[in-house]
């Protein structure tokens, strides 16, 4: 069966870092694409981070550019989200999800609309 499952979050002071990781299992390379995404308290679910199907293009909303990294490991079937120089405005529940891709042509579209299948989320806080 396919699944999606999230871990690695917690609580973290300002500048600090974290390292989501995904368990991507029956999600393949080149027919699934991957990206993160993000939930606040009070806030809409948006898009913080995807792939393209082939694992060729990133996407980064503007909020973490520069601080945030996605990466695949297909033979592992895992997704990571590397988080550098953490804000208390990333405070969020984060998401694994999936969806055929999340880019069409040279647009991207990662967001909670395209989606086809989200994992349970976890929590990140950044607080002091």
């Known amino acids: 069966q396919s699944q999606l499952a999230e871990s690695g979050g917690g609580v973290v002071q300002p500048g600090g870092s974290l390292r989501l990781s995904c368990s991507t299992s029956?999600?393949?390379?080149?027919?699934?694409?991957l990206g993160w995404f993000r939930q606040a308290p009070g806030k809409e679910r948006e898009g913080v981070s995807c792939?393209?199907?082939?694992?060729?293009?990133?996407y980064y909303r503007d909020a973490v550019k520069g601080r945030f990294t996605i990466s695949r490991d297909n033979a592992k079937n895992m997704m990571y989200l590397q988080m550098n120089n953490l804000e208390p405005e990333d405070t969020a529940v984060y998401y694994c999800?999936?969806?055929?891709?999340?880019?069409?042509?040279?647009?991207?579209?990662?967001?909670?609309?395209?989606?086809?299948?989200w994992g349970q989320g976890i929590p990140v806080t950044v607080s002091s």
């Open positions: 792939l393209s199907k082939d694992d060729s293009r990133t």
């Open positions: 029956g999600f393949t390379s080149g027919y699934a694409a």
């Open positions: 999800a999936a969806d055929l891709d999340f880019m069409l042509g040279r647009s991207w579209y990662c967001r909670p609309g395209r989606v086809d299948s």
